[in-house]
């Protein structure tokens, strides 16, 4: 069946620093590609999607690049603040439900 | 409207017994999902509505959890006799299903229900 891996955490940076967390893949056909953050106390939130490949979702200074040759869906991110502190979550989808990553937490220091 | 919101936030019940969860959905949206998230996993599907027809319902939904949307609005998810095992959040999200492919549209969660098993 389908499935996401995502690098495990916690992740710790400082301020400005890159942010990369890896996720992989595997699906029938040619899912949707999706990643959801989750801040302290709130729910899921969308954070950026893709829906084909070599498509780039971004949002809030982040980016994702799907790729389909190495079943990748990488989020970036080139200088973190405080604020981006949250769990982050990879997801897929075929036809609605999604298929989700097991989650990586981020902390960044000041 | 202020997005799906979820009830009780919090519930804490005595193994054996019987819980129910609702999830009111933002309003023009006719699909409902259920996931269920155990500590430190990512949020696994449960089952989904279309308006109240029930299409797809994940293995993880043992015969003692129930899910219904009676009207095609809110939807409520009962679980009997609960076991330790049952602890987690309890998640709903809802999205439009407006053509296009079914994975295009957003998905919006509510806050979740924690249930604790005692």
């Known amino acids: 069946g389908n499935s996401v891996t995502q690098m495990e955490g916690p992740v710790t940076l400082s301020e400005e620093a890159f942010l990369t967390i890896n996720c992989t893949y595997t699906?029938?056909?040619?899912?949707?590609l999706f990643w959801y953050v989750q801040y302290p106390g709130e729910g899921l939130q969308l954070l950026l999607k893709a829906t084909k490949a070599d498509d780039k979702g971004s949002n809030k200074g982040f980016e994702a690049t799907y790729r389909k040759e190495t079943t990748s869906f990488h989020l970036e991110k080139g200088s973190v603040q405080v604020s981006d502190s949250a769990v982050y979550f990879c997801s897929s989808s075929n036809t609605g439900k999604l298929i989700f990553g097991q989650g990586t937490t981020l902390q960044v220091k000041p | 409207d202020t997005g799906v919101s979820q009830n009780p936030r919090h519930k804490i019940t005595k193994r054996g017994q019987n819980v129910t969860f609702r999830c009111d959905p933002i309003s023009e949206h006719n699909r409902l999902y259920w996931y269920r998230q155990t500590l430190g996993q990512g949020p696994e599907f449960l089952t989904y509505?279309?308006?109240?027809?029930?299409?797809?319902k994940s293995r993880l939904l043992s015969d003692r959890f129930s899910a219904e949307r009676p009207k095609g609005s809110f939807s409520t998810l009962e679980i009997q006799r609960t076991e330790q095992g049952d602890s987690a959040m309890y998640l709903c999200?809802?999205?439009?299903?407006?053509?296009?492919?079914?994975?295009?549209?957003?998905?919006?969660f509510g806050p979740g229900t924690r249930l604790t098993v005692l």
């Open positions: 699906a029938t056909g040619y899912p949707s």
């Open positions: 509505f279309q308006n109240e027809a029930q299409l797809e």
């Open positions: 999200a809802s999205r439009t299903m407006t053509g296009g492919h079914p994975t295009y549209n957003e998905q919006f």
